[in-house]
């Protein structure tokens, strides 16, 4: 179950990535843009804002996030990306941190870039940081005998399906885009105590939270956080510092 709140508690840090990746979208005036994964809705009134002659429609596969993007008196719809296909007046489509969570995304973009008509544009960001010291420590984590099987079941020790932007780049150009593709590193300065564990409770362990009672949960948390504290060390003014590298694609139909 996802949280609006949790996920809100990084906005700055986590919004960063959007900009960047809106920076790329050149439409002037469409006609319909749509978030897919909207979250809690507060970029999507970015887009709002940016397009206010636009329609602008929001999509997520989470109750909680839908109805905190309804309450921002957004069209916002639950259903999910492999559902979604773009209506004939769809113009600027923005998938924002979501794909990583669909095995078969790749399949998804391909299709959508097809479908799409000539001048609309395709814009994806995904995490890159499967193999990072924090998703390591969450998979070691997951994988002891207490939390194995369940966990599994959940799907915690799946690599994500995530490429790399070449890979991006190949398969939107196959569809009929004209691609600009590229990767970033952000070094995050976080605070507190276990601001680590904070951060990836908001994303990365939703689905250990979904999993687990209360009582399961506290007891993970607590075998995980000594490993990212280790892993991600505070210093002496109290920061931390989290290295996040993100993959962006943005393509324009031909």
Not at 68 to 79: E, I, N, S, W
Not at 128 to 148: C, L, P, Y
Request: neutral net charge.
């Amino acid at each position: 179950m996802w949280d609006p709140q949790q996920y809100l508690a990084f906005d700055d840090h986590r919004s960063r990535p959007f900009f960047d990746l809106l920076s790329r979208v050149t439409a002037a005036e469409p006609g319909v843009v749509v978030d897919l994964g909207c979250g809690p809705g507060h970029l999507t009134e970015v887009l709002a804002r940016r397009w206010p002659g636009a329609r602008v429609q929001a999509l997520d596969s989470s109750p909680e996030m839908v109805a905190a993007a309804r309450d921002r008196g957004l069209d916002a719809t639950l259903g999910s990306v492999q559902d979604w296909r773009p209506s004939a007046q769809t113009d600027v489509v923005i998938c924002n941190a979501v794909l990583h969570w669909v095995p078969e995304h790749a399949d998804l973009l391909s299709r959508w870039m097809r479908q799409l008509r000539a001048g609309a544009f395709l814009a994806l960001q995904v995490p890159g940081n499967f193999d990072a010291a924090s998703h390591r420590a969450i998979r070691q984590v997951a994988a002891r005998d207490e939390w194995r099987d369940s966990l599994a079941r959940a799907g915690i020790l799946e690599p994500r399906a995530v490429l790399d932007p070449a890979g991006y780049a190949d398969l939107l150009a196959a569809a009929g885009g004209a691609v600009d593709a590229w990767e970033t590193t952000y070094l995050h300065r976080l605070t507190g105590d276990d601001p680590v564990l904070e951060w990836v409770t908001g994303t990365a362990l939703r689905p250990v939270r979904g999993a687990l009672d209360d009582a399961q949960w506290r007891e993970f948390t607590a075998q995980l956080a000594p490993l990212l504290r280790g892993a991600y060390p505070r210093r002496a003014d109290g920061t931390t510092w989290l290295p996040f590298r993100r993959v962006f694609a943005v393509a324009r139909k031909r």
